[in-house]
Each structure stands twice: as structure tokens, then as C-alpha cells.
């Protein structure tokens, strides 16, 4: 699976922004979709995880309520709607895919290349 990440860029805060993540190869709809961001410094934080079958999401805490995963199989893309953003929020944001169900990044073994997602205070 090769994953393609966009939809980054500038946004203030209290904005929204949905991030995309194109895959390709014929398995995606086998895969756990998982969005994890990373600040520089600081290691790899999830964000949440959507099932193969996109039945079931699980997010952070601290961006539950906030996020929304979906995913369309037919398409190969899973989406990262993320709403009232917040300047804590800044990270460059990767898509990723793992046979089950998992937080830890280290099970995910197919990566984006990452997009920035900025929020200004």
C-alpha cells in the first residue's frame, strides 16, 4: 500500500480542515487507517484509527469531539475532518496503515509522506 497525505496548510484558529490520504494497491479496504501527528522534537502522537470496514473510529482524548475519520474503500481514501482547531493542534499530520487495530505507531507499517497543518492563535 503506498499512501499520498494532502489537505495541510494555514487555518485560524476555531477553523476546520479536512486532510486526505489517496491510497493505492489492492488491499486498503483490509486495513486499519490510522492518523498520527508529529511536532519537531516530540515523538510520533496518535490521532485516531478507523476500521477496515469503517464501522468503528477510536481518537485521543485530546482531539475527540473534534476529529471525525471516515474512509471510502471504493475510493481508497480516508479523510481527517478536524474542526474548531486549535494552535496545539500544529503538526505535520501522517496517514497510516496497519493490519489491526492499534494506537502504537510502531504496528502501523505503511506510511504517508505527512502534510502541515498550521493553526494560528
Known amino acids: 500500500v503506498q499512501l499520498q497525505a494532502s489537505g495541510g496548510g494555514l487555518v485560524q484558529a476555531g477553523g476546520s480542515l479536512r486532510l486526505s490520504c489517496a491510497a493505492s494497491g489492492r488491499t486498503f479496504s483490509s486495513y486499519v487507517m490510522g492518523w498520527f501527528r508529529q511536532v519537531p522534537g516530540k515523538e510520533r502522537e496518535f490521532v485516531g484509527f478507523i476500521s477496515w470496514s469503517g464501522g468503528n473510529t477510536y481518537y485521543a482524548g485530546s482531539v475527540k469531539g473534534r476529529f471525525t475519520i471516515s474512509r471510502d474503500n471504493a475510493k481508497k481514501t480516508v479523510s481527517l475532518l478536524m474542526n474548531s482547531l486549535k494552535p496545539e493542534d500544529t503538526a505535520v499530520y501522517y496517514c497510516?496503515?496497519?493490519?489491526?487495530?492499534?494506537?502504537?505507531?510502531?504496528?502501523?507499517?505503511?506510511w504517508g509522506q505527512g502534510t502541515q497543518v498550521t493553526v494560528s492563535s
Open positions: 497510516a496503515s496497519a493490519p489491526a487495530s492499534s494506537m502504537r505507531s510502531t504496528d502501523y507499517d505503511y
